[in-house]
């Protein structure tokens, strides 16, 4: 048997995340990491996880402009990944927000605040070969979120739950 969520909700794992997203975005905890949310490309997450798709969403701006935290956290990476500066970092509920193609200012286990500068954009991203833009991407746990639902945007998807007993 399949089941879905309410409008409203995102499930995963039985733990409904948009009123985490939503309370966050509400207490202010969140902010856009390159200035006024531009969005190049969407948010496309493949059917299944091992399929190709756009797992985060592309936000246009310009090579050098500084990149902030989206919110409070403690960095887990910040380095070079497949030819590419690559920030992630861990939140206090659970998500973790990944920032490319960037010259990282920040070092794994650096603390950062909401706002906070963790690098410069630089270009290489794959999805914008003619501008400049900032890959940003979300996940709570294995799972990946349209990043632009923390700043009030984004896409809402019903997933099906498994059924008792699957995977």
């Not at 990282?104 to 690098?119: H, Y």
């Amino acid at each position: 048997m399949v089941t879905t969520v309410i409008i409203g909700a995102v499930m995963a794992a039985g733990t409904i995340l948009w009123p985490t997203l939503a309370e966050a975005r509400e207490n202010g905890e969140w902010r856009p990491p390159a200035g006024p949310v531009d969005v190049a490309k969407e948010f496309d997450p493949p059917p299944l996880p091992w399929l190709p798709g756009h797992r985060g969403v592309d936000l246009g701006s310009s090579a050098g402009h500084p990149v902030v935290a989206a919110a409070a956290g403690t960095v887990v990476f910040a380095g070079g990944l497949a030819g590419r500066g690559v920030v992630s970092i861990d939140h206090a509920n659970g998500l973790r927000t990944t920032y490319e193609p960037l010259d990282p200012l920040v070092e794994p286990g650096a603390t950062v605040a909401a706002g906070q500068v963790i690098g410069h954009l630089s270009t290489g991203h794959p999805s914008c070969p003619n501008e400049p833009c900032l890959h940003l991407g979300l996940k709570r746990g294995a799972m990946y979120l349209d990043p632009l639902l923390l700043f009030g945007a984004g896409q809402v998807r019903l997933l099906p739950r498994p059924a008792e007993g699957g995977p």
